[in-house]
């Protein structure tokens, strides 16, 4: 077994991230909202509540403008195929809205033939325009986009005018560069929370002391740190705050934070502190299990569910903490001083349970990840089987919310739950993902997992942009494909699954005789391939159908589990709409309507 595997599987696991916007508008909104999100700094602010009762939307939007303001749903991040409601207020105070379609890039249709986004109260002020307007989750239009309980695309767009209405629908003027997009899981969003929430609340932090980040393109630095003794009982951390150097924003990818094995002793006058490859030996007890994290676009404070907490002092066993730095610094910039860390907020009293981390996807390493350049969808699945939840405990245990994670690359990722060989359901979906902007996705209702389920994990990329092979590894130019969780209880002896091909599968691939396989061999065989379309599609194949090994983390150590195929099971079945007869007949009757009324006339005018 080559020892990259465990290598970058214990120093790789995903962290967790959360987007935090503030709002910019001077204007309250006409109601409270469950979540709130800036879309754009001191310009576009947005509001919303999902009912899931009544399977609707409401949203509130505020754009720094006295024209029309518009949102949609994106399929595909574009204005093709969109599903947009645009809005405006007149000079008499009367609120305008329009469900609109948008064929292509060119200006959006109102559709007239259904009408599926309502307006319910607007004004203009200080120079603002606020709209608050609803839709149902699923309209059955074929003119609309779900909402779906995973990640969605928004787009937004603004014009400095009110729509000119001498003509028909009002036409509107095109907005230029007043316009942008975001990723968000409206359904399961986890609003960010004020510092000002946790003042007066006892708190600890593992900080960085004027470090200089060396003029390399990509930097690891590692720093072991020992819990604090202060806690004589146990406690729960219930929020943590990210202290990124603001002088250094632009160099931090991402800050991890890990537990070192119980069983770890350390001089703790002499704490190991330096570069990750170069004191692992020292640090290998300490790259098993994280406990919290930070990842570039993510929130700087993350409030744990009310139900659970992070453990600290009295009789938790975790004596010894690991900070990973990561620095992205592509323009080599030298003399820079980081002081980044981060500080975890206690409660005052103890919470039901501990809380917990799981990650599954595909080791980040040559060995899991090699992406053929010029292509618009790779896939890579990984898969946890009944071998490894089997230490799960009988009662179950609880998920909470989902972090997904790939780099630059990756377009869409999900898990599945398997059970008894078929999907029940999504653990979570991110059929929509961008690497700029990560955070928690509470799941709209706990999942509960239990002894023998299975989990299959499913990254997709898009690399039409890049001209070489994309290969699993730490840099941002590198893939990741990991799916971390939250949960409850906590438990000790299980930390996640993650695959990769054998030694013997890629030396077989390669034609290899040597009797052990060379990783710097591996990459550099990858890296020499030529690639058609054809070579991109037996590519697909062998991902698809090559034996794997399944790396289950427990307790600082490795089980491994071979796997002949990603073993197959009956899919879940595509969502149907529920809302009684689909809009989209009525749009097919309207046309079969107006083409019979087009060739009645058509027969008339002859006839006569």
């Not at 609309?144 to 005018?161: C, E, H, Q, R």
Request: proline share 5%.
């Amino acid at each position: 077994m080559m020892k990259i595997y465990a290598t970058s599987y214990t120093i790789l696991l995903l962290f967790v991230v959360q987007n935090s916007y503030g709002i910019s508008s001077p204007l309250e909104p006409f109601t409270t909202y469950r979540y709130s999100t800036e879309l754009q700094l001191d310009v576009a602010d947005l509001w919303w509540t999902v009912d899931e009762i009544e399977q609707e939307i409401t949203f509130e939007l505020h754009i720094k403008t006295l024209g029309w303001v518009a949102l949609g749903i994106s399929p595909a991040g574009g204005m093709k195929g969109a599903d947009i409601g645009l809005g405006w207020v007149d000079k008499a105070g009367e609120v305008h809205f329009q469900d609109r379609y948008a064929y292509g890039t060119s200006r959006p249709v109102v559709d007239n033939t259904t009408k599926d986004w309502f307006a319910l109260k607007g004004r203009e002020q200080n120079g603002w325009t606020a709209i608050q307007f609803k839709r149902f989750l699923d309209t059955c239009d074929t003119m609309d986009v779900p909402i779906k309980s995973g990640t969605n695309i928004l787009i937004f767009a603004y014009g400095l005018d009110d729509p000119d209405m001498s003509q028909s629908d009002g036409s509107i003027y095109y907005h230029d560069k007043r316009r942008g997009s975001r990723i968000l899981p409206l359904q399961s969003y986890g609003n960010p929370s004020p510092e000002e929430k946790f003042a007066g609340l006892d708190s600890f932090e593992f900080r960085l002391k004027d470090y200089v980040v060396p003029s390399n393109d990509t930097t690891y630095h590692c720093k072991i740190y020992k819990a604090p003794t202060s806690f004589s009982q146990r406690r729960h951390a219930i929020a943590h705050k990210t202290l990124i150097d603001p002088n250094n924003r632009d160099l931090v990818h991402h800050l991890l934070l890990y537990e070192c094995n119980p069983t770890a002793i350390f001089d703790d006058n002499n704490l190991p502190d330096g570069l990750c490859d170069e004191i692992m030996p020292k640090i290998a007890q300490c790259a098993s299990n994280i406990a919290s994290g930070w990842a570039v676009g993510g929130d700087d404070i993350v409030e744990f569910p009310e139900i659970g907490g992070y453990p600290v002092g009295g009789d938790f066993e975790i004596k010894y903490y690991m900070v990973q730095m990561h620095y992205d610094n592509p323009k080599l910039t030298s003399n820079r001083r980081d002081n980044s860390g981060i500080r975890f907020y206690l409660g005052k009293e103890l919470r039901q349970y501990d809380i917990g981390y799981l990650t599954f996807g595909a080791d980040s390493s040559y060995a899991a990840i090699a992406i053929p350049p010029e292509t618009d969808r790779f896939i890579i699945d990984s898969y946890c089987p009944a071998e490894a939840t089997k230490y799960f405990p009988e009662s179950g245990i609880t998920v909470l919310a989902a972090f997904p994670h790939t780099h630059l690359q990756g377009s869409s990722l999900w898990t599945k739950v398997i059970r008894n060989n078929t999907a029940v359901e999504y653990l979570f979906n991110a059929d929509a993902y961008d690497f700029n902007y990560q955070f928690e996705n509470r799941l709209p209702k706990p999942i509960q997992l239990y002894p023998g389920d299975e989990l299959a994990t499913r990254c997709i990329y898009r690399t039409s942009n890049k001209s070489v092979i994309t290969l699993g590894g730490e840099r941002t130019r590198d893939e990741m494909c990991l799916h971390m969780f939250v949960y409850y209880p906590r438990m000790r002896n299980v930390y996640g699954c993650m695959t990769f091909f054998s030694q013997e599968v890629w030396k077989e691939k390669m034609n290899s005789s040597e009797s052990s396989l060379n990783y710097q061999a591996l990459g550099k065989w990858l890296k020499e391939l030529t690639w058609t379309p054809d070579s991109v599609i037996q590519w697909q194949e062998f991902y698809n159908d090559a034996p794997r090994v399944v790396m289950v983390g427990r307790a600082g150590n490795f089980d491994y589990i071979n796997l002949t195929k990603i073993p197959e099971y009956e899919d879940l079945e595509p969502t149907k709409c529920k809302r009684g007869v689909p809009n989209s007949a009525i749009h097919k009757n309207v046309f079969i309507l107006c083409t019979f009324i087009s060739l009645f006339i058509t027969i008339i005018s002859n006839y006569f």
